[in-house]
């Protein structure tokens, strides 16, 4: 990848970490932690992986995406609205009332948003529904999904593992965001899934495991998936929860609490800083 468009990438996921830490500190609810931490993945899916139109937002031949972790909406609508799917000013509307932007990700009311989702597991298997799809119908389609590494307690996620080598659908790359954290601590505390690697490969799936923060390697990942034939493509990514705003990174407590206004200004503060150096 080059400077440029890294840099670029890099650019808009600090935007879009900004406008997540604004939208939940705004409506003082919601899942900070998780979003900051799959930010630079979903960043690069958007803006240099995937094949959709913002102004075609439904056409058949798309790729599509789901965020199976659907509490994790304050990643996902900043990073359609900066690539165009609905204006910016929207995302004020974020869990009002009066507003369509709801906590967990929605599709009838949100432009470009392919998959309504918030109960863990079922993302990734309306995925594969999605993919198996396609290989009926013979489209060229491809689908991404972004699960946590808590989320795959659920046994549904699984099943949903299982069918998809079944069905050796190569056109489906997931990708696990593996923070290390959830809502009650550590993982590897609360239901430990290591190794995942080896786990999934022996359910089927070809395995790739890279630094979830590094647009190189994430780049590289969604390059390989697109070779790999007769079977699904499983992208663990290590990240860090809460990543760019330093007082949440690696902090659980962060998982679905609002910052007050004094910790909404120093997170303001620090994405700015990392905004304007790369602007300059």
């Not at 432009?111 to 863990?120: A, E, I, Q, R």
């Amino acid at each position: 990848m080059d400077q440029s468009k890294r840099k670029l990438l890099a650019l808009n996921a600090a935007k879009a970490r900004l406008l997540a830490v604004q939208m939940v500190h705004d409506a003082a609810s919601g899942h900070p932690g998780g979003s900051l931490s799959c930010m630079d993945v979903l960043t690069t899916l958007y803006f240099d992986v995937m094949h959709v139109d913002p102004a075609d937002a439904k056409n058949p031949d798309r790729d599509r995406f789901v965020m199976s972790k659907g509490h994790c909406s304050p990643a996902l609508y900043p990073v359609l609205a900066l690539r165009g799917f609905f204006p910016v000013e929207d995302l004020k509307m974020f869990r009002r009332i009066e507003g369509h932007m709801s906590g967990h990700v929605e599709m009838h009311h949100v432009n470009g948003v392919d998959m309504s989702t918030g109960s863990l597991g079922q993302g990734i298997s309306t995925a594969v529904g999605m993919a198996l799809a396609g290989k009926v119908q013979k489209k060229d389609y491809r689908v991404y999904v972004i699960m946590g590494d808590g989320e795959i307690a659920e046994g549904q996620c699984w099943e949903a593992f299982m069918s998809a080598a079944k069905y050796k659908l190569d056109n489906l790359c997931a990708c696990i965001d593996v923070n290390g954290l959830q809502i009650d601590g550590r993982t590897c505390d609360v239901m430990p899934s290591e190794p995942l690697d080896k786990k999934l490969e022996a359910f089927g799936w070809h395995v790739i495991k890279i630094n979830g923060h590094d647009y190189d390697e994430i780049e590289k990942a969604y390059e390989e998936a697109k070779t790999v034939k007769g079977q699904p493509t499983m992208i663990l990514a290590a990240t860090t929860k809460g990543k760019g705003v330093s007082y949440m990174e690696n902090n659980a407590g962060w998982h679905g609490k609002a910052p007050n206004d004094e910790q909404m200004a120093q997170a303001q503060a620090e994405l700015e800083a990392v905004i304007k150096e790369l602007e300059g």
